[in-house]
């Protein structure tokens, strides 16, 4: 059986299900036409749909065309290239709740370094404009929304007919099993594994070459960047940065180690996330604004160091964990718990909790710094739209629910020990508050 993920009552998991299959992929292209041809205004675009309607939403949706089929498709085989081609250290992810340990091969930096080159390379010399990619956004967007979901089908599909592993099964309802998926681990062959590819190596790339190429598109058109998007790329470029610098350490997070191949986190990565995450930068195109250097500075340094620690969140809990809690935290020996749980096998295992550090402030601190960190490279945009924000929106909602989905299969996994731990570490997110 397929454990569904679900936190909230049946009904209510359904219906979010059903809404976010129906009304993702138009919001997309909604958000691309508003930023692009609408001068980010909502108002003007919901004037132009009150006034042409159903048919007006058909008109301004692209078409995929032969070049933005070409350009993904040069761009995914690339990166699955360099996944599977480039070489890197062999890590070990968790172990799955059907005993089997993943084996991954750790070339991130060197995928994220190449493939950054490479871009900045071709439009140095003139070989491709990075312009174009912008020019055919809509086009692109499009084809990715459709071609993603095929290739979710293609994964509900060979869940049932080839699995990966023996972290897979049907939890009897078509639509829960395409939405979340059938597999935890699905690889094409021994080595390529699929979820690392959306997830990391065309998601979290993608959202770097697009940062790149706002910038580049404003550059091509007023011969010169302003201090916003300069602010806006920088800082978007640390994080995903820091995001293949750890990308180890993401192996072992909700995305990859609980939640399955589907729709979900597939699609979502393939088009969510390049589309989405992207979306200040993409606003800042037509709309540059000049901070001045000081406030430019300000905004840099704030949002580095929001990165810097979630950065450090991370890396306290993974040496820790690492050492078995035998390492400082804070210059101190740790504070923890030692959790026993019982495998779907029946065998008993152990885990330490940490309780100090960072993770002794809330239980979910480090997405406290992300979101400051969003807030940070979209703020350059100032506030005279709304849509620039609705990223920092989203991801808060995000963070929030996934901290409760994470807080409730612990709370499952470890019982009583759980308890324990929350009694020490009594807020989920921000300390003090929640």
Same mark, same amino acid.
């Given at each position: 059986?397929?454990?569904?993920?679900?936190?909230?009552? @049946?009904?209510?998991?359904?219906?979010?299900?059903?809404?976010?299959?129906? /009304?993702? @992929?138009? $919001?997309?292209?909604?958000?691309?036409?508003?930023?692009?041809?609408?001068?980010?205004?909502?108002?003007?675009?919901? &004037?132009?749909?009150?006034?042409?309607?159903?048919?007006?939403?058909?008109?301004?949706?692209?078409?995929?065309?032969?070049?933005?089929? =070409?350009?993904?498709?040069?761009?995914?085989? /690339?990166?699955?290239?360099?996944?599977?081609?480039?070489?890197?250290?062999?890590?070990?992810?968790?172990?799955?709740?059907?005993?089997?340990?993943?084996?991954?091969?750790?070339?991130?930096?060197?995928?994220?370094?190449?493939?950054?080159?490479?871009?900045?390379?071709?439009?140095?010399?003139?070989?491709?404009?990075?312009?174009?990619?912008?020019?055919?956004?809509?086009?692109?967007?499009?084809?990715?929304?459709?071609?993603?979901?095929?290739?979710?089908? $293609?994964?509900?599909?060979?869940?049932?007919?080839?699995?990966?592993?023996?972290?897979?099964?049907?939890?009897?309802?078509?639509?829960?099993?395409?939405?979340?998926?059938?597999?935890?681990?699905? !690889?094409?062959?021994?080595?390529?594994?699929?979820?690392?590819?959306?997830?990391?190596?065309?998601?979290?790339?993608?959202?770097?070459?697009?940062?790149?190429?706002?910038?580049?598109?404003?550059? &091509?058109?007023?011969?010169?960047?302003?201090?916003?998007?300069?602010?806006?790329?920088?800082?978007?470029?640390?994080?995903?940065?820091?995001?293949?610098? %750890?990308?180890?350490?993401?192996?072992?997070?909700?995305?990859?180690?609980?939640?399955?191949?589907?729709?979900?986190?597939?699609?979502?990565?393939?088009?969510?996330?390049?589309?989405?995450?992207?979306?200040?930068?993409?606003?800042?195109?037509?709309?540059?604004?000049?901070?001045?250097?000081?406030?430019?500075?300000?905004?840099?340094?704030?949002?580095?160091?929001?990165?810097?620690?979630?950065?450090?969140?991370?890396?306290?809990?993974?040496?820790?964990?690492?050492?078995?809690?035998?390492?400082?935290?804070?210059?101190?020996?740790?504070?923890?718990?030692?959790?026993?749980?019982?495998?779907?096998?029946?065998?008993?295992?152990?885990?330490?909790?940490?309780?100090?550090?960072?993770?002794?402030?809330? !239980?979910?601190?480090?997405?406290?710094?992300?979101?400051?960190?969003? /807030? /940070?490279?979209?703020? @350059?945009?100032?506030?005279?739209?709304?849509?620039?924000?609705?990223?920092?929106?989203?991801?808060?909602?995000?963070? $929030?629910?996934?901290?409760?989905?994470?807080?409730?299969?612990? !709370?499952?996994?470890?019982?009583?020990? %759980?308890?324990?731990?929350?009694? =020490?570490?009594?807020?989920?997110?921000?300390?003090?508050?929640?």
């Amino acid at each position: 059986m397929a454990e569904t993920n679900t936190v909230h009552s @049946p009904i209510v998991t359904y219906a979010s299900m059903l809404s976010l299959l129906a /009304f993702c @992929p138009p $919001f997309v292209i909604l958000l691309w036409y508003t930023m692009v041809h609408a001068d980010g205004s909502v108002s003007q675009t919901w &004037d132009f749909l009150k006034q042409h309607g159903l048919q007006g939403f058909i008109n301004i949706w692209p078409r995929p065309t032969a070049l933005a089929w =070409k350009i993904i498709a040069c761009y995914a085989a /690339f990166e699955a290239a360099l996944q599977l081609l480039l070489p890197g250290k062999r890590v070990e992810g968790p172990i799955s709740p059907q005993g089997n340990r993943p084996i991954y091969k750790a070339n991130g930096v060197a995928a994220y370094i190449v493939t950054l080159v490479t871009y900045l390379g071709l439009w140095w010399f003139g070989i491709f404009n990075p312009s174009i990619v912008y020019d055919h956004l809509g086009e692109i967007f499009s084809a990715l929304i459709f071609g993603s979901f095929f290739f979710c089908v $293609f994964l509900y599909i060979k869940g049932h007919v080839a699995p990966s592993s023996t972290d897979s099964g049907s939890c009897g309802n078509i639509i829960m099993d395409f939405y979340w998926g059938m597999e935890l681990y699905p !690889r094409i062959g021994k080595n390529f594994d699929i979820k690392v590819f959306t997830n990391c190596r065309f998601g979290m790339m993608a959202w770097a070459v697009l940062a790149l190429t706002y910038c580049i598109k404003q550059y &091509d058109q007023n011969g010169k960047v302003a201090d916003s998007m300069l602010v806006n790329t920088i800082l978007m470029l640390v994080y995903v940065t820091k995001f293949f610098w %750890w990308e180890a350490g993401y192996w072992n997070t909700m995305d990859i180690a609980h939640d399955r191949a589907g729709f979900y986190i597939c699609w979502g990565c393939l088009v969510w996330v390049p589309s989405l995450y992207t979306s200040p930068g993409m606003y800042l195109v037509n709309h540059p604004v000049n901070l001045g250097t000081q406030l430019a500075i300000y905004i840099l340094v704030a949002g580095i160091l929001c990165i810097y620690i979630n950065y450090d969140c991370d890396r306290q809990r993974q040496v820790f964990r690492r050492t078995n809690g035998k390492c400082t935290v804070w210059g101190k020996a740790p504070s923890k718990i030692v959790a026993s749980y019982t495998t779907s096998s029946g065998e008993t295992k152990s885990s330490l909790l940490l309780t100090s550090g960072w993770w002794g402030l809330s !239980r979910h601190f480090h997405y406290v710094p992300e979101i400051l960190a969003a /807030f /940070f490279w979209t703020v @350059p945009a100032l506030f005279n739209h709304f849509l620039p924000y609705f990223y920092v929106i989203f991801l808060t909602i995000l963070l $929030f629910d996934r901290a409760k989905r994470d807080d409730d299969r612990c !709370r499952s996994k470890y019982g009583k020990y %759980w308890k324990l731990y929350c009694e =020490k570490v009594p807020y989920r997110i921000i300390p003090g508050i929640y």
